[in-house]
């Protein structure tokens, strides 16, 4: 913003003085905040720095103590540089002490040999001082104006990126905290070039605050986030010179509008998502009319009437993570990430959370749709944008239905599906009820007191001594029915010693007078088992 010390050298006011820099040359870049006129040896004491001293020498001091001393104060308050009008003081040259002090330092020193209009300088750089506070003013509002147009209008990360090259003219980099680059442009520099080893590099870059440069690098770097949740640095890549505070500030307002943006996409997807789990709430509960469904789900741009309906229910397998989607922060991103599965297959689906654990979708299918092949693609597609997940993820679906009216039927078949499916191993795309078989019969059987008598007078003695002595016995009886009856492998899967687990398969068959070794009561055991499980979800 400033002129540097060269610039104003270069000035017609200064050069009809025939400047002549005599000391401290490799200083000549330094900026010039004000211009400040003053002959007494302590001048010093008046400067707040940056600024550029004017003086003939007339009340400078003679030893040569005094002259160093007068040239470590003006470096100790920063000052710009000196300018000394010959011809007062000194006639031809000024003094030795002072030229070495100076040079030692790296302070400008320039001298006048014609008598100069010392006002004409200070209203020449003056003049310079504020055009540039001018310039820097229209600057950073263009710049505000810019990405206030990319905040408004929500414009992707690529297109802010985009903007932040064009306006400084460099390389602008935007990636995540893992240091994998989400968007960048490069700025007539070669891509390969920008990028090799980008992950290699980035992470040899760290700073000490939101802000920094990395004078190794070349890379000016601010965080991006919000809410102390920062998700991601953008880098500019510099020329190995140190960024200019327009540079600055131009990376510190794009990565706000990226920060802000980030946050209304969410925000908005969240009131979507939270109107779509209405909904789907109000076609379960029936609390909505048929008219209301079609009506409400149109205005949301799903058009339900005249389409194939299809209830779908995703779950994560139990014990994944203890808190895979224990927290309402994870199953929004899980649900996030299927609605983001079924606009990338281009599907017209209602996508809502359902309960604390499962996820939601009332798929609507055209004529030309294929179910297999939409439910396919689906699967694959949201598996793909939850990798670390892909392999847990249960995918339970309800019978097809060719009115809104039957929409709530396929839902809670889709729902029954999963209870019975997320215990099942297998990796299939998606589940029917045919697919989980006596799991599945069970849990549309569970409602029912024949069944919940049968588990009582399988289990209920087990359950008893269970709850009263605080043993675990009915999980160490699903252990050993799970793994085949293999004792040897059950006690390895319940990390217990095998004569401490043969102990208590003993006890077992001791409470509830059965024999383990004969199938057809391990069989009956095993469905009451099956059975237990259902009651209890």
């Not at 064009?166 to 980099?173: C, N």
Request: with cysteine; proline share 3%; aromatic share 4%.
């Amino acid at each position: 913003m400033f002129p540097t010390v060269a610039d104003v050298v270069s000035l017609d006011a200064v050069r009809r003085g025939m400047p002549q820099v005599v000391a401290g040359e490799r200083g000549l870049s330094r900026p010039v905040r004000w211009v400040h006129i003053s002959e007494i040896p302590d001048a010093a004491r008046l400067l707040r720095g940056g600024e550029l001293v004017l003086a003939t020498g007339i009340a400078l001091p003679e030893e040569r103590e005094g002259l160093q001393r007068y040239v470590r104060d003006l470096v100790d308050v920063d000052a710009a540089g000196l300018v000394i009008e010959l011809g007062r003081r000194y006639a031809d040259t000024l003094p030795r002490a002072l030229v070495a002090a100076a040079e030692q330092a790296g302070l400008p020193v320039i001298t006048l040999r014609h008598e100069t209009h010392f006002v004409g300088i200070t209203e020449a750089v003056h003049g310079l001082i504020i055009d540039a506070q001018l310039a820097e003013l229209q600057a950073s509002e263009a710049v505000h104006q810019a990405f206030n147009e990319l905040a408004v209008e929500g414009a992707e990360p690529g297109d802010v990126v985009r903007q932040a090259s064009r306006m400084s003219g460099r390389p602008v980099v935007l990636e995540n905290l893992a240091h994998q680059v989400l968007a960048y442009d490069a700025a007539g520099v070669r891509a390969e070039s920008l990028l090799d080893h980008w992950e290699d590099r980035s992470r040899q870059v760290r700073l000490g605050a939101r802000t920094g440069f990395d004078e190794r690098a070349g890379w000016l770097v601010t965080m991006v986030g919000a809410r102390g949740h920062d998700w991601g640095r953008l880098i500019l890549v510099g020329d190995g010179t140190s960024p200019l505070p327009q540079q600055t500030m131009l990376l510190e307002r794009a990565a706000s509008t990226l920060a802000l943006n980030r946050l209304v996409v969410r925000d908005r997807e969240t009131l979507e998502r939270q109107t779509h789990r209405t909904l789907l709430s109000g076609i379960l509960t029936h609390s909505y009319t048929v008219a209301e469904v079609t009506l409400r789900a149109r205005a949301l741009g799903v058009q339900l009437e005249g389409r194939r309906l299809v209830g779908v229910v995703l779950r994560l397998r139990r014990g994944v993570s203890p808190a895979a989607l224990e927290s309402q922060a994870r199953l929004r991103d899980f649900t996030e990430t299927a609605a983001a599965a079924v606009r990338e297959r281009r599907l017209a689906a209602l996508v809502g959370g359902l309960d604390d654990d499962s996820v939601g979708l009332l798929v609507a299918l055209g004529a030309q749709d294929t179910e297999d092949a939409a439910l396919e693609g689906f699967s694959v597609t949201l598996r793909k944008l939850a990798p670390d997940l892909a392999a847990d993820i249960v995918i339970a679906v309800g019978s097809s239905v060719g009115a809104v009216r039957d929409a709530r039927r396929s839902l809670l078949e889709a729902t029954q599906v999963a209870d019975a499916a997320v215990h099942q191993g297998g990796g299939a795309a998606f589940y029917r009820l045919p697919d989980v078989r006596l799991r599945g019969l069970l849990h549309l059987l569970r409602d029912d007191a024949r069944l919940q008598t049968y588990v009582e007078r399988e289990l209920g003695p087990l359950l008893a001594y269970d709850a009263q002595h605080g043993t675990q016995l009915v999980q160490m009886l699903g252990v050993y029915l799970e793994h085949g009856r293999n004792k040897s492998a059950a006690a390895d899967a319940a990390h217990l010693s095998r004569p401490s687990f043969y102990e208590r398969l003993h006890r077992i068959e001791r409470v509830l007078s059965v024999d383990l070794d004969q199938v057809e009561s391990c069989l009956s055991l095993h469905v009451a088992l099956l059975g237990l499980e259902a009651l209890r979800r």
